[in-house]
Structure formats: structure tokens, C-alpha cells
């Protein structure tokens, strides 16, 4: 579960990392937004279940990234804090996903409270 919220963090990171080199970004990004309330409620929520909620979060920034055509920016480098922030994003939330299944499983075959 620690490692589901560290990544998740790593991607909004990210997503600043984009925004400090140019990309457009609304004034509130929705992508931070999801991602930290994600982590929020991946830590504190009490149920066996809660890391499900940061997987969907990244599954969701991970469609985005291709549904909203913006793929292209993984390998243009203009500008090139662009492209790493957005590596640094696409990376985290793979992780993220990895990271929160493993964690419901485990919770799962442990039969941890709240569920």
C-alpha cells in the first residue's frame, strides 16, 4: 500500500515537472487532483479494498494519456522538461497500477479487517 501512494505522488511530481516546463495546464490540474486525493484515500481509508481506488486513478491518467492524443509528448523533447515530466508520470502510475493490485491481493489472501 506504501508503494501505491509513493508512486501515485511521484506521478503528480510529474505533472508538476510538466507544468515548471511549459505544458498547458489548467490553473487547478484535475490529473494532481485525482492523483493526491487517490493517495489520500489509499492511506488512510481502513478498508482491505482502498488501493483499488489509487489503481483506477492511474488507469485513468494512463487512458488519458493516449485517449487525449498526447503520447506524442513522450518522445518530443521541445520542450525536453515536457517529456520527462510526462516519462516520470507514465512510469509512476505504471506502478501505481502494478503496486495497488499487488496490495489488494495481499490484503485479500491476508483477510484484513474492513472489508
Known sequence: MRWTVIALLVAAGGIVIQIISGAEYPVVPPGIVILLVAAGFVWFGPWRWSPIVGVIAALSQLVGLFAAGQAHRLVDPDPLGDSIGLWIQ??????????????????????????
Open 90 to 115: 507514465l512510469l509512476a502510475v505504471s506502478a501505481a497500477v502494478v503496486t495497488g493490485v499487488a496490495a489488494v491481493v495481499r490484503h485479500y489472501r491476508r483477510g484484513a479487517p474492513g472489508g
